[in-house]
Every structure is written in structure tokens, then in C-alpha cells.
């Protein structure tokens, strides 16, 4: 008599592409799982992740965006920033792409349009102009004395240009003189904060970049060295030591980005899903950096923080 054996389910490739080191990623690449096993998908189940690492050194994505198409990975997941999603699209026109970018998708030639991306290629993105505008907005309104503010942000980033016109009409409303700083390497952001003082300038304003994020607590430290007001888009600068954020919750960005790929591999194609984008934006404040500033936080801004860090 032959025993029928129960059928295995057939384990799902996916290529999962960052710019920047893994050690702080831990939390968002759970985010991203959570995404994934919310549409079926359990690595050591059905799904194998197949991680590669640009360690902040962006020559190497194209590389390895190749070696992962090499791979035949069902889905490629690209992410830490403009550069790795571009990687991915130049390594492949067949493969499913997901993107999670703090970036105009559209301008940056990735997708023909938000609602219908077209080609291979989709994702979630957390920055628009109206963020950046709303941030600096905030940033003043905690710092109402400022006249002059710097804008920080990657040189290498395809977004950088797009970020700084945005800062700089926003600026322009409200009065405030602007200074640009561009950083790409660990040494040029010492020197974009050593320069402050010289420019006397009462706030700063960091662009979105993946390579910023890697090193938030660095750039925290640094802030508070030179008691310069600091605003970020995302919460985890804050949440290492920075003052202020304004921007999507990047936990919720990264399990979006998780179910999408599940999606796919059910047979969505990325042609016809939209780019999502924040429907909800988040204030958090650290509280303790403001104390060390001397800054107090009005009534009003204590209202609306959706968090406020001790």
C-alpha cells in the first residue's frame, strides 16, 4: 500500500538589495517579513531572502543587483535609498522590482506614473514636497528665532537638487536665509557640521538618504556638539538622539513594501499596483534634546507630536 505524501510548498526567491549595512536594518527587515507573512509568506516555510549589502559604498550595487538577477530571484527588493532601486531597474526589465524610496519615483525615471508604474517596477515612497515644506514649517515654529538655516544633504543622492529647490521656496516663505551642505563619506558630514558655526547657522535641515540613516546616532552626537536644532524626515533619528522629525513611519513603509512583494508572488503584476504613498505623516520630538537646546515646546507642538521621546 503507498502512502500519499503530503505535497511541499514550493520556496519563493526573493532578492532584497540595501545600500547600507545590515546591523541597523534589523527592525525594518522584520517589518518587511511582517509584510511578507501577512500574505503567506514564512522564510524556512515557503520563502528564502537572499540578502545583499552595499555597505554605504554605492559602486558596488550594480554588482550585486546583477548577482541577484544571476540568482533568478522571483522578486528583487531594492531599498536605502534612490541609487539601489535604480541598480535593480538597470539590472533587469523582467524581474518584479519593489522600491521603498524617499524620492520622486517619477522624476527619477523609475515608474511612468504613480497610479500605473508600467514596466516591472513598484513600491512605496514616504517623501513628498509638501513633507519637506510641512517639516521646515515645524522646524521654524521650534525654533522661532532662527534667520538662518543649513540644508543638508547626499551629494550622491538623485534626489539631492529636488530637495534642496523644495527647502529653499519653502524657506524663502518664511524669511529664512539658506546655506546648502552636500556629504558623501563619513568625513564630509564632520565637515558639513564643523561648518555651522562659521555660517551661523540657527537650524539645520537633513535630506532624506539611506546613507544618512545608517548613521543617525552619529549625526545625533553631532548635532548636539555643535547645539545646532536638527530636523530629520524619519523618527528613528530621533529616537537615536535628534531633535525633531516629521515624516512617514518607516516601520509601516518597510511591511508595505513586504506585502507587495507577497503580492507578486501571487501573481500581481507590478504594472498595475500603484506606488503607494503616506496617507499619514508623524511628528515625534525629543523631548530631552530640546531641554539640552534650551528650547521650549509650545503647548501647541505638544498637541500635535505623535510621540514625544523622553
Known amino acids: 500500500m503507498r502512502v500519499a505524501r503530503a505535497q511541499e510548498p514550493s520556496t519563493a526567491l526573493v532578492g532584497f538589495l540595501c545600500g547600507e549595512t545590515p546591523a541597523r536594518w534589523v527592525r525594518l527587515v522584520a517589518s518587511f517579513r511582517q509584510g511578507m507573512s ?10 528564502r531572502i537572499e540578502f545583499r549589502w552595499a555597505e554605504g559604498r554605492d559602486a558596488r550595487l550594480p554588482m550585486l543587483a546583477a548577482d541577484l538577477v544571476r540568482r533568478q530571484v522571483a522578486v528583487l527588493v531594492a531599498t536605502g535609498g534612490p541609487n539601489p532601486a535604480l541598480a535593480a531597474k538597470a539590472a533587469t526589465s523582467t524581474i518584479p522590482i519593489v522600491f521603498t524610496l524617499g524620492a520622486d519615483a517619477v522624476k527619477l525615471g523609475l515608474v ?10 513598484t513600491g512605496v515612497g514616504f517623501t513628498t514636497s509638501d513633507v519637506n515644506e510641512k517639516r521646515l514649517q515645524l522646524l521654524h515654529e ?6 538662518s538655516i543649513a540644508v543638508l544633504v547626499a551629494s550622491d543622492n ?6 534642496i529647490r523644495q527647502t529653499m521656496d519653502a524657506a524663502r516663505a518664511l524669511g529664512l536665509q539658506v546655506h546648502v551642505l552636500k556629504a558623501a563619506s563619513d568625513s564630509e558630514i564632520g ?9 551661523r547657522a540657527d537650524a539645520l535641515f537633513v535630506g532624506s538618504d539611506g546613507f ?26 530621533v529616537e537615536a538622539g535628534g531633535l525633531m522629525s516629521y515624516g512617514a513611519n518607516l516601520s509601516e513603509v518597510y511591511r508595505q513594501a513586504g506585502t507587495y512583494t507577497g503580492k507578486i508572488l501571487h501573481g500581481a503584476k507590478p504594472a498595475e499596483l500603484p506606488v503607494l504613498q503616506p496617507t499619514k505623516v508623524d511628528l515625534a520630538i525629543n523631548r530631552k534634546t530640546a531641554n539640552a537646546l534650551g528650547l521650549t515646546l509650545s503647548q501647541s507642538l505638544q498637541v500635535r507630536a505623535d510621540e514625544l521621546i523622553q
Open 38 to 47: 501577512e500574505t503567506g509568506f514564512v522564510e524556512g516555510k515557503n520563502l
Open 112 to 121: 511612468e506614473s504613480l497610479s500605473r508604474p508600467g514596466g516591472n517596477i
Open 142 to 147: 521650534l525654533v522661532p528665532h532662527a534667520k
Open 158 to 163: 538623485p534626489n539631492a537638487e529636488s530637495t
Open 191 to 199: 565637515a558639513a557640521f564643523a561648518t555651522l558655526p562659521r555660517l
Open 212 to 237: 544618512f540613516f545608517d548613521r543617525r546616532a552619529e549625526m545625533a552626537a553631532l548635532a548636539a556638539r555643535y547645539a545646532v536644532p536638527a530636523c530629520y524626515e524619519l523618527r528613528e533619528y
